[in-house]
């Protein structure tokens, strides 16, 4: 007799759910960008959990940050984190600009999430770095979505610029004002207390103490917090208080870091732009009294004490080079005279045969030389103000340079559709897009050359403006003051005991004979 046993029917081991997770960015944090990412997260929620093979883990998300900023993207850490930790299989994200707009980061985060068994979906592009022979594709994309950050970056700055050069660009307003469209307006209260700094300094209270009678009246900054000696000379530096606005003095380099500008690009002043708190007299004789302390005090802008004195660093020997250095020497009585020696010849008295000069006739003849641009500034600074570039034509060739620049972004966001739709091969977008880069990059040249030539000039012009209206209003000068060198002068070149010339900020150069 047979014996049939029964058996039970095996039982498959239940497919593992993928566990999924989404990332979305917006750039800015205006409410349209945050209704934006609202409707990112919305999509991949409803998306994800529709799906029975995956595990809804979460939306990560990045608001008001841009895409070339990596380092500052707290939800994009998290997700890398998360996925380091085994939280996370798949990644979808909808484009690679919301995922990163450099093309290094991007395909680092790729290869280092693929390393450890993540998958990534970028859904405009169509790319799942599952099948990783689409990494040139991913290479080129994002290389792409780098340009257009770029390019969309500079646009925007070019647009600043041009705002700036026709007054009518949306600057911060500082403690004192408040903006109601374009234009800066008083505030009252904190107007008083601008005016009240200055005022102090004036009757030669110290950042110090102003900063503690403003808090010892419990007053305090915009941003309600104790005053410190910082920002009070965050305040007695601004022209802004005199009605006078300097665009541009400040601008973020290639590493998106906050730089001053020192000639690197072009600055915008314009007079009368809005009501002064502080007349330009008040604000001049506030910088003097600034610039003597830190003269007396030996401060230099890098906090080292190595110019002690106006000239220090400042005077230049014609024949080797070499800078003068601040000497003593002792005449009959044991009487002491203050001298300038060039340190070439001081080294060696053969290879420079420079004498030293008199700290003395240093300062007469820069007097003599401030005293004849008094006397003759209609004759002498007048007609280089009005010989300045032709702003127009140099605002037509950057014209020019921005439009070429964006037919090329609108070619290459063609060729990225054609790539990703398949009609082109990856071998021929690759040469096309290099070439497109190329031809980019050489007009990303061209206008940097032409903003360089331009921003000497800038700079100069403002510069020469300063020096004009000091000129202008000027009493015949009778004693010497540091601080009107520190103001107007760049370099001394000496080029023999008997003549100098002042290389001034502005970009003259003015001879002067030494006195006997």
């Given at each position: 007799m047979?014996?049939?046993?029964?058996?039970?029917?095996?039982?498959?081991?239940?497919?593992?759910?993928?566990?999924?997770?989404?990332?979305?960015?917006?750039?800015?944090?205006?409410?349209?960008?945050?209704?934006?990412?609202q409707t990112q997260i919305t999509h991949y929620e409803n998306y994800i959990q529709k799906n029975d093979q995956w595990e809804y883990i979460g939306v990560y998300y990045d608001e008001g940050i841009s895409g070339t900023k990596t380092d500052k993207r707290d939800g994009l850490h998290r997700l890398i984190k998360d996925a380091e930790l085994g939280k996370i299989d798949l990644?979808?994200?909808?484009?690679?600009?919301?995922?990163?707009?450099?093309?290094?980061?991007?395909?680092?985060?790729?290869?280092?999430?693929t390393d450890i068994g993540v998958t990534m979906i970028f859904e405009k592009e169509n790319i799942n770095t599952s099948d990783m022979e689409s990494e040139l594709l991913l290479s080129i994309l994002s290389s792409l979505a780098e340009?257009?950050?770029?390019?969309?970056?500079?646009?925007?700055?070019?647009?600043?610029?041009?705002?700036?050069?026709?007054?009518?660009?949306?600057?911060?307003?500082?403690?004192?004002?408040?903006r109601k469209g374009i234009d800066f307006h008083l505030v009252p209260d904190e107007a008083r207390v601008v005016e009240q700094i200055f005022q102090w300094t004036l009757n030669g209270l110290s950042m110090h103490q102003?900063?503690?009678?403003?808090?010892?009246?419990?007053?305090?900054?915009?941003?309600?917090?104790?005053?410190?000696?910082?920002?009070?000379?965050?305040?007695?530096?601004?022209?802004?208080?005199?009605?006078t606005m300097i665009f541009q003095r400040y601008f973020n380099d290639e590493q998106f870091k906050k730089r001053k500008n020192n000639g690197e690009l072009p600055m915008y002043r314009i007079?009368?732009?809005?009501?002064?708190?502080?007349?330009?007299?008040?604000?001049?004789?506030?910088?003097?009294?600034?610039?003597?302390?830190?003269?007396?005090?030996?401060?230099?802008?890098?906090?080292?004490?190595?110019?002690?004195?106006?000239?220090?660093?400042?005077?230049?020997?014609?024949?080797?080079?070499?800078?003068?250095?601040?000497?003593?020497?002792?005449?009959?009585?044991?009487t002491r005279k203050v001298q300038w020696a060039c340190k070439g010849h001081l080294k060696d008295k053969n290879s420079c045969?420079?004498?030293?000069i008199s700290d003395e006739q240093l300062k007469i003849a820069y007097l003599t030389m401030l005293n004849k641009l008094i006397f003759a500034h209609k004759v002498v600074l007048e007609p280089l103000l009005k010989n300045q570039s032709n702003a127009a034509e140099l605002?037509?060739?950057?014209?020019?340079?921005?439009?070429?620049?964006?037919?090329?972004?609108?070619?290459?966001?063609?060729?990225?559709?054609?790539?990703?739709?398949?009609?082109?091969?990856?071998?021929?977008?690759?040469?096309?897009?290099?070439?497109?880069?190329?031809?980019?990059?050489?007009?990303?040249?061209?206008?940097?050359q032409i903003i360089n030539s331009a921003n000497g000039k800038s700079t100069q012009r403002i510069e020469l403006e300063e020096l004009h209206r000091f000129t202008k209003r000027s009493n015949m000068l009778t004693e010497w003051e540091e601080s009107l060198f520190s103001r107007f002068a760049d370099q001394v070149f000496v080029y023999n005991r008997q003549e100098v010339g002042f290389k001034l900020k502005c970009g003259l150069i003015l001879k002067e004979r030494l006195p006997e």
């Amino acid at each position: 007799m047979k014996t049939i046993h029964k058996l039970e029917r095996a039982k498959l081991p239940e497919t593992q759910k993928l566990k999924v997770a989404a990332y979305a960015r917006v750039s800015t944090a205006s409410d349209e960008q945050l209704s934006s990412l609202q409707t990112q997260i919305t999509h991949y929620e409803n998306y994800i959990q529709k799906n029975d093979q995956w595990e809804y883990i979460g939306v990560y998300y990045d608001e008001g940050i841009s895409g070339t900023k990596t380092d500052k993207r707290d939800g994009l850490h998290r997700l890398i984190k998360d996925a380091e930790l085994g939280k996370i299989d798949l990644i979808l994200t909808k484009s690679i600009s919301r995922f990163s707009r450099n093309t290094v980061d991007c395909l680092n985060l790729v290869r280092k999430l693929t390393d450890i068994g993540v998958t990534m979906i970028f859904e405009k592009e169509n790319i799942n770095t599952s099948d990783m022979e689409s990494e040139l594709l991913l290479s080129i994309l994002s290389s792409l979505a780098e340009s257009e950050s770029y390019s969309h970056s500079e646009n925007m700055k070019w647009a600043n610029r041009k705002r700036m050069a026709k007054g009518n660009y949306k600057g911060v307003p500082p403690y004192g004002y408040c903006r109601k469209g374009i234009d800066f307006h008083l505030v009252p209260d904190e107007a008083r207390v601008v005016e009240q700094i200055f005022q102090w300094t004036l009757n030669g209270l110290s950042m110090h103490q102003i900063a503690s009678k403003l808090n010892a009246a419990n007053i305090t900054t915009k941003r309600g917090v104790k005053w410190q000696a910082s920002g009070v000379s965050v305040i007695l530096h601004n022209i802004v208080y005199t009605g006078t606005m300097i665009f541009q003095r400040y601008f973020n380099d290639e590493q998106f870091k906050k730089r001053k500008n020192n000639g690197e690009l072009p600055m915008y002043r314009i007079d009368n732009n809005h009501p002064a708190i502080v007349s330009m007299e008040e604000y001049e004789r506030v910088q003097e009294i600034i610039r003597i302390r830190a003269t007396s005090k030996g401060n230099t802008k890098d906090g080292k004490n190595t110019n002690r004195y106006a000239f220090s660093k400042k005077v230049l020997c014609d024949k080797c080079g070499n800078t003068y250095k601040r000497i003593h020497t002792y005449w009959k009585g044991n009487t002491r005279k203050v001298q300038w020696a060039c340190k070439g010849h001081l080294k060696d008295k053969n290879s420079c045969v420079a004498l030293p000069i008199s700290d003395e006739q240093l300062k007469i003849a820069y007097l003599t030389m401030l005293n004849k641009l008094i006397f003759a500034h209609k004759v002498v600074l007048e007609p280089l103000l009005k010989n300045q570039s032709n702003a127009a034509e140099l605002e037509r060739a950057l014209d020019e340079i921005s439009n070429k620049a964006s037919e090329i972004d609108e070619k290459l966001e063609v060729l990225a559709s054609l790539n990703t739709s398949g009609i082109v091969s990856v071998k021929t977008s690759f040469e096309e897009q290099n070439k497109l880069q190329l031809e980019l990059k050489n007009l990303q040249e061209e206008q940097q050359q032409i903003i360089n030539s331009a921003n000497g000039k800038s700079t100069q012009r403002i510069e020469l403006e300063e020096l004009h209206r000091f000129t202008k209003r000027s009493n015949m000068l009778t004693e010497w003051e540091e601080s009107l060198f520190s103001r107007f002068a760049d370099q001394v070149f000496v080029y023999n005991r008997q003549e100098v010339g002042f290389k001034l900020k502005c970009g003259l150069i003015l001879k002067e004979r030494l006195p006997e």
